[in-house]
């Protein structure tokens, strides 16, 4: 992707510095900021959803209940499922990372509509305080999917928490709509579709199911506090109701809300490898159309995630059946990222180490997810921690390494620092052992049946659950390096340069951290977004 | 698309947001936002919808039992009542885009009055049934029909029209604030985005009780 | 900035004329009176058609006219039709699963019948209700029914609250799936009915009294049985016995005994 | 050398025999058949796609390899990595409904049992009247028909032996069926979350030869104890969890004091679900210390936990709540034996 001008004499005013104090930020309009005030709220909830996981590995270190009664064990994985799902992963790409970068792929100013931009900003806000608001009080003893009519009945403060889910999701379809918008209307001069950056289209699919699928999600949790507070009776078999359509109503958002999670995901990976191999991505209309397959089919499967829970027979062979070919363009995609490293000359920084990662962690992931598409596997592995073990290997080995990934990547652009390259590595060196040990044990002693959400087990389970435990301190030390590595960097950091990678996209045209409102020069797009010629030499001096 | 008779075209040096190189593109840009936020209307609606089939398709004796205790004559008032209203939303956008600005005022408050007569009828039906004890799930202590499943009927019921009233009263909100604006002289041919969007949010709570009707009121 | 899929910077917005407004406005007003009127009208199932197919298409009209897709760029309807595409899926796939559940076949009673030894009717002829029949049935009622059908026989017992659907009322003549005469009552009660087990492992003659206790609940007395009817529940019309029809009751023993030895 | 690569490839095969459970039934033959060809097969392209990775990183690393390739990607490939996986995941799609159709249709004879899922425990009632809770009494190579319903929120019936699982759900009915070749015990687990006890909610199957079914069905007494244990989990015989228990039984056996009988009991009835032997609070009063103490109980009244008492709250709990616990136990009147309840009794006397 090339441009008209030369980058513009840089004059030092950023959109860090642009106008200075708190109060500048709290009320600003400008998407960088708005993402990286996105950022760091979410980067405390990972925190606090990080503390609660470290809780129940703690409790299940060893069998029988040591440092918490039930009732506090079910309420920490709720709490850890549901500020992870709706608190962190969900907005953590497409809202921090997706916001800053967006609109400076298609080269625009800002996003479509900037106010609403900031207001979702707030929602979330709002939303994350009500939910978490209620560890003061009751808590929540639910698990993050509100099964009714267990999460009719509970005590605890779940129609708190419900409101809490509610109320992001608001903010997550603001986002999208966004999003949809910024990319339909404000595109440069030339960028046309088949020249928009892998990362935009992710982010476009994400922001289609968003849009289409968080509304659903947000009816059902307000038909779930009315029938807490009123008792409407639609999902409460008491009443007449029925429950396994609760179970419906939810996962037919709740399945796609795992590619809002996954994708963004797989869009940073397709940005990464092309720049740390300087070859153009192997299959480029091949990737961006199974982005768009992957969204669309993952709307007609969700009936996969009720197997045993009293779903006709009928209905199970239809949602396996097109469980099945959510696997191709998975498939197509990890094909065409290993292809794109093929004969090209790969250059080891952080980034591109993460990318390993993604791509050893996903496919046990994706692979993981034939088995249980399988409907007679299934059967056995549902609801044990060979689920737990598959969606964490998708959730965490493939969102958060991508997102750890992009956050190394893009750190010069958002800071106009570099990061410190050997602790950098260390960490995800961390994050990379401590992942596996943690969660690659769960798979065996899921097919040995130890069920999810215990707080106890069967003593025949302790010595994969020791293992899982020490594993998972093991990624604590990773995040924790990791997280202190940046905030360092951001302090002492060496100066980045604009393109400390040799980067193509429109983001890398301009300076680190970029200016106010992003280019000083209006962008002009001649060809698509990875034309490493291989005789020609890039810019970047880092990599 | 071409140029029709009563066409304007946006002045091109009119005010815009500065990430947008036209007014026009600003417009555009907006239109599209109001139709993907209808999109996630539709789809929040829909989970009241797959409820709303659900019921029907196994408890059809139930549904026409009590459908019986609706009265079909308020809904159908409230039909006609809500077209008008979208009527002279219409009228209020057109006169707006040709500059005719005290008579979109005029139409955009004939269509606030619409609205309030709306929520006026639907107060009085709501009033009968809570007075009889027609409320929805465990709420529910009507004793003169005891067909399982009534009370769910009238959850499906309460919560369709109890949302599309906030739509309603939201509407009424941001008409109320056209009228200030439009008063103040903010819209005109070369600028009514708010007045072009909020009558697609208007048409769209109109169109949410095209369906409604019919399925509350006219069970058969 | 690209407009690549719209080339004409100074495109023109289409205003609606008043006239075509005004005439819109009567097409919906005459659509609404023909639904109404419609539905007075018994159409069977497609009343349900006819009132959806107007609704669609005053719904089209208002979106084509009153909200300007007719007029505006293809994308905005193509993102509408979205909405429209995905509700459907939502409600097809829902409803793939609801309308193919099966019933999980019962073979038995659930309460099973009690180790009192094999079953022998105290009634002869208990096809043919008596005062004492009735009273043995009213005992027979609260010991075997209360739960799900009520203490007064309206299908509201405390049990009925999780049953769909929901037990029958039998103080109303309304909705008898199998019918009210005293052998289509026997009938239910031997095979069961939905939620409700089959009552065979009562003795026959239970059966019989339960029928004549529950007939006299409601205005069920106009219903009466014909000797084919009897029939074909097995009753011998001439017979003496309790009623026990075709079916023979074994005694416990001898049911588990062949349990066991089965395979 | 070649006997040494034999000789791992059968430690190995024993291993990774390990990581599943004892197949019990023919059903859950077919289902490892389908898993180990998905463990093989998932590890071809793992294998596969992490060579290439590898290999990539080192052949064409920034030192080595300074001048990529202007490649843009290979439309024969694509659609080679397109089609053979499409007719793949077909093929497992069809394998995996073949197993499953066998898996949820239950031959015509088979036995049916019922089974009421309660928070939290399961209780079994049989065709002949009887019923029993947390043990599943059924004979070995005859089918068996769960037909199971809840009485409050969603549990799941697991029994991991027979690679067969089911939701519970309250307002329906559904089944799962099977039909066990290995006697002794099999573990059943309750895999929907089901509130505070949820882990606790185990149960067994005691699968019994024809003579000891003979036995059972006649009403004698069987000696768990004596049993084969769940081959899957060996030496845990409990059907509970808790803190040091034993590696006993669930139901009365000799040789055991009243009170060593008692514990076995709360622990084969679930009573230790709910009820906590610490003096913690579980859902209902903990055992500890609460004999001879005076209790107030919901509408004021005060009582003093006797024999009498703790009598009356196994067999009519709901009459006498303990003030600020809810009414969730069930009536156990019937489900207990005038034995069982003073063996209760003992224990709950010995936790001061």
């Known amino acids: 992707m090339s441009h008209a001008a030369a980058p513009a004499v840089q004059h030092g005013d950023n959109y860090i510095n642009h106008t200075p104090g708190i109060k500048s930020w709290l009320g600003t309009l400008d998407h960088k900021r708005i993402g990286m005030m996105y950022l760091f709220t979410i980067m405390i909830f990972f925190l606090l959803g990080g503390i609660f996981a470290l809780g129940i590995r703690l409790e299940l270190f060893s069998p029988g209940l040591q440092y918490m009664t039930q009732d506090t064990y079910n309420r920490f994985f709720t709490y850890h499922g549901a500020i992870m799902v709706f608190m962190v992963i969900i907005p953590l790409i497409p809202a921090a990372i997706g916001n800053f970068v967006l609109p400076m792929m298609l080269g625009a100013k800002d996003v479509a509509f900037p106010r609403w931009n900031l207001f979702s900003y707030y929602i979330y806000i709002c939303g994350a305080l009500l939910a978490s608001s209620t560890l003061f009080l009751k808590g929540v003893d639910t698990g993050w999917t509100f099964y009714t009519p267990y999460s009719i009945r509970s005590s605890s403060s779940a129609t708190y928490v419900l409101l809490g889910a509610f109320i992001m999701g608001f903010s997550s379809i603001l986002t999208g709509l966004n999003f949809i918008v910024t990319i339909h209307k404000l595109r440069a001069p030339g960028l046309h579709w088949d020249r928009l950056p892998l990362f935009v289209w992710a982010l476009y699919a994400t922001s289609v199911i968003q849009v289409l699928a968080t509304p659903v999600l947000a009816i059902t949790l307000l038909l779930l506090v009315l029938e807490r507070t009123l008792g409407i009776g639609i999902f409460d078999p008491k009443l007449g109701g029925d429950p396994v359509l609760f179970q419906h109503f939810f996962w037919f958002y709740s399945h796609p809300a795992v590619y809002i999670m996954v994708l963004p995901g797989m869009g940073v990976i397709s940005e990464i490898i092309p720049v740390f191999s300087r070859k153009p991505i192997f299959g480029y209309k091949a990737i961006a159309a199974a982005t768009f397959g992957i969204a669309l089919v993952s709307f007609i499967v969700w009936g996969h995630h009720l197997f045993v829970s009293g779903q006709s027979e009928f209905a199970n062979m239809v949602f396996s059946l097109i469980t099945m070919f959510v696997a191709i363009p998975t498939g197509v995609k990890v094909f065409g990222w290993v292809a794109t490293m093929y004969k090209g000359s790969l250059r080891f920084n952080t980034p591109l180490l993460y990318v390993f990662g993604f791509l050893f962690v996903f496919t046990i992931g994706g692979l993981t997810g034939v088995f249980l598409a399988t409907i007679a596997i299934d059967v056995h592995l549902t609801d044990t921690y060979f689920v737990i073990a598959h969606f964490h290997y998708v959730m965490v080995g493939g969102t958060i390494m991508a997102f750890l990934g992009g956050l190394h990547y893009w750190f010069p652009k958002f800071s106009g620092k570099m990061y410190h390259e050997t602790p950098a590595k260390i960490g995800a060196f961390f994050v990379m052992v401590g992942f596996n040990v943690t969660f690659f044990p769960q798979f065996i002693v899921g097919v040995l049946g130890m069920p999810r959400r215990y707080a106890d087990y069967l003593p025949q389970f302790t010595v994969y659950n020791r293992i899982s435990t020490i594993g998972s301190w093991i990624l604590a030390v990773g995040f924790i390096v990791t997280a202190w590595n940046l905030w360092r960097s951001l302090k002492n950091g060496e100066k980045a340069g604009d393109n400390p990678w040799g980067g193509l996209t429109l983001e890398w045209q301009t300076a680190s951290p970029p200016p106010f409102e992003n280019f000083l020069y209006d962008p002009v797009v001649t060809e698509g977004p990875y034309e490493y010629r291989g005789d020609k030499v890039y810019l970047g001096k880092n990599a | 698309m071409s140029q029709s008779e009563a066409g304007v075209v946006l002045a091109a040096d009119r005010h815009h947001a500065h990430h947008f190189n036209t007014a026009n593109e600003e417009f555009d840009a907006c239109k599209q936002g109001m139709w993907i936020f209808l999109v996630t209307e539709v789809l929040f609606f829909s989970g009241l919808f797959v409820a709303y089939a659900v019921l029907r398709v196994f408890n059809p004796e139930m549904m026409h039992e009590a459908h019986h205790l609706l009265n079909w004559k308020m809904g159908a008032l409230n039909t006609v009542i809500l077209i008008t209203s979208s009527l002279t939303m219409a009228l209020a956008v057109s006169s707006t885009q040709r500059g005719n600005i005290d008579k979109a005022v005029k139409l955009l408050w004939v269509t606030l009055i619409c609205a309030g007569g709306f929520l006026i009828v639907k107060y009085f039906e709501y009033a009968h049934k809570f007075h009889e004890g027609i409320l929805p799930g465990a709420q529910w202590h009507y004793e003169e029909l005891k067909i399982a499943k009534a009370p769910l009927f009238f959850s499906v019921y309460f919560v369709m029209t109890g949302i599309h009233g906030l739509h309603v009263i939201i509407g009424m909100a941001i008409i109320y604030w056209l009228i200030r604006r439009a008063k103040r002289g903010e819209f005109g041919p070369a600028y009514f985005t708010p007045v072009e969007i909020t009558g697609l949010y208007w048409h769209f709570v109109d169109l949410v009780w095209i369906f409604l009707f019919p399925l509350l009121y006219l069970v058969s | ?263 | 050398m070649i006997r040494l690569l034999l000789g791992l490839f059968e430690m190995n095969k024993n291993a990774l025999a390990a990581t599943v459970p004892v197949a019990a039934t023919d059903v859950a033959v077919s289902w490892d058949n389908l898993y180990w060809f998905l463990v093989y097969i998932s590890l071809f392209f793992f294998v596969g796609i992490i060579l290439a990775m590898i290999i990539f990183a080192v052949k064409y690393r920034k030192d080595v390899h300074k001048k990529p390739k202007y490649i843009h990607g290979h439309t024969g490939l694509e659609i080679v990595w397109t089609v053979i996986p499409t007719f793949l995941v077909l093929w497992i799609f069809w394998w995996g409904w073949v197993v499953y159709k066998d898996m949820i249709h239950a031959p015509a004879d088979a036995m049916e049992v019922h089974v009421v899922g309660k928070q939290w425990l399961w209780q079994f009632v049989y065709k002949n009247g009887t019923s029993s809770i947390g043990d599943l009494y059924v004979p070995v190579n005859k089918p068996v028909k769960l037909i199971m319903s809840s009485e409050d929120v969603i549990h799941s019936m697991f029994i991991p032996n027979f690679r067969v699982k089911q939701d519970v759900v309250p307002g329906m009915y559904t089944s799962v069926w099977f039909e066990t070749k290995i006697p002794g015990i099999h573990q059943i687990f309750c895999t929907e979350y089901c509130g505070t006890s949820h882990s606790g909610m185990l149960g067994r199957v005691i699968a019994l030869t024809p003579d000891q079914w003979r036995d059972w069905v006649s009403g004698k007494k069987i000696d768990v104890d004596s049993l084969p244990a769940d081959p899957t989990y060996p030496g845990f015989r409990s059907n509970h969890l808790g803190e040091g228990m034993p590696a006993s039984q669930g139901t009365l056996t000799t040789g055991l004091s009243l009170a060593e009988k008692g514990k076995a009991l709360t622990q084969s009835k679930g009573c230790v679900a709910c009820h906590s032997v610490d003096g913690s609070r579980l859902v209902g009063p903990s055992y500890k210390g609460i004999f001879g103490e005076d209790v107030k109980l919901e509408g004021g009244k005060v009582v003093k936990v006797d024999e009498n008492y703790i009598r009356r709250s196994i067999e009519n709990p709901q009459a006498e709540i303990v003030e600020g616990y809810p009414p969730s136990m069930p009536v156990y009147k019937g489900l207990v034996t005038e034995e069982e309840i003073i063996a209760i009794t003992e224990y709950i006397k010995s936790l001061k």
Not at chain 3, 139 to 149: G, R
């Open chain 3, 1 to 263: 900035m690209s407009n690549n899929n719209h080339e004409n910077e100074t495109h023109a917005h289409h205003i609606l004329s008043d006239s075509m407004a005004y005439k819109i406005f009567g097409i919906l007003i005459c659509l609404t009176v023909i639904t109404v009127g419609v539905a007075q009208i018994d159409l069977g199932a497609w009343n349900f058609a006819v009132a959806m197919l107007v609704a669609s298409v005053k719904a089209s009209l208002v979106c084509l006219f009153f909200m300007g897709l007719k007029y505006d760029y293809k994308e905005n309807s193509i993102i509408f039709s979205t909405s429209l595409i995905f509700m459907t899926v939502f409600m097809v796939l829902t409803f793939s699963d609801l309308l193919t559940r099966g019933d999980v076949y019962v073979k038995g009673p659930i309460v099973p019948e009690s180790a009192s030894g094999p079953a022998k009717s105290k009634f002869k002829k208990a096809w043919i209700a008596t005062p004492e029949l009735v009273a043995h049935g009213k005992e027979q009622f609260q010991a075997q029914c209360v739960a799900c059908h009520g203490a007064e026989g309206q299908g509201n017992g405390p049990a009925a609250a999780g049953l769909n659907p929901k037990p029958r009322n039998f103080t109303s003549a309304d909705n008898w799936k199998n019918g009210r005469k005293p052998s289509q009552i026997f009938g239910t009660l031997t095979k069961g009915l939905n939620a409700m087990p089959s009552f065979a492992s009562l003795p026959s003659d239970d059966r019989w009294s339960l029928v004549a206790f529950i007939r006299t609940l409601g205005p069920h007395e106009g219903e009466k049985d014909s000797d084919a009817d009897l029939k074909k529940v097995g009753i011998d019309p001439a017979s003496e016995d309790g009623g026990g029809g075709g079916e023979k009751s074994i005694p416990v023993g001898v049911a588990i005994d062949q349990m066991s030895e089965e395979k």
